[in-house]
Nanobody, 123 residues
Framework: VQLQASGGGLVQAGGSLRLSCAASGGTFNSYHMGWFRQAPGKEREFVAGISWRGTSTQYGDSVRGRFAISRDNAKNLMYLQMNSLKPEDTAVYYC?????????????????WGQGTQVTVSS
C-alpha cells in the first residue's frame, strides 16, 4: 500500500492543523494506522494510532488530550487533528500502516510508511 501524508505547514503556538494520510494500492481497512514524528536531531516518536475499524486509539504522552486521530475507510483516508500546538510539536510527521495492533506504538511494527509532511510551530 502507498501512503501520502499532507496538510503540514507553519502555524503559531496555540493554533491547529489537520494532517491527512491518503492510502492507495491496497486494502486500507485491513491495516491499523499510525502517525509518527521526527524532529531534527531526535529519534522518530510515536504520536497516535488507530485500529482498522477506528474503534480503538492510542496516543503518545506528549500529545494526549491535544491531538485526535481518525479515519474514513470509505475514502481511504486517515487524519490527525492537532490542537493547542506547541513549538515542541515541530517535526516531520509520517503516516504508517501495520497489521499488528500489538506493535502500534513501535516503529518496527509497521509495514508501510508515507513520505512525511513538515509541521512548524512558531512561538
Amino acid at each position: 500500500v502507498q501512503l501520502q501524508a499532507s496538510g503540514g505547514g507553519l502555524v503559531q503556538a496555540g493554533g491547529s492543523l489537520r494532517l491527512s494520510c491518503a492510502a492507495s494500492g491496497g486494502t486500507f481497512n485491513s491495516y491499523h494506522m499510525g502517525w509518527f514524528r521526527q524532529a531534527p536531531g531526535k529519534e522518530r516518536e510515536f504520536v497516535a494510532g488507530i485500529s482498522w475499524r477506528g474503534t480503538s486509539t492510542q496516543y503518545g504522552d506528549s500529545v494526549r488530550g491535544r491531538f485526535a486521530i481518525s479515519r474514513d475507510n470509505a475514502k481511504n483516508l486517515m487524519y490527525l487533528q492537532m490542537n493547542s500546538l506547541k513549538p515542541e510539536d515541530t517535526a516531520v510527521y509520517y503516516c504508517a500502516a501495520t497489521t499488528s495492533w500489538g506493535n502500534i506504538a513501535t516503529m518496527r511494527g509497521y509495514d508501510y510508511w508515507g513520505q512525511g509532511t513538515q509541521v512548524t510551530v512558531s512561538s
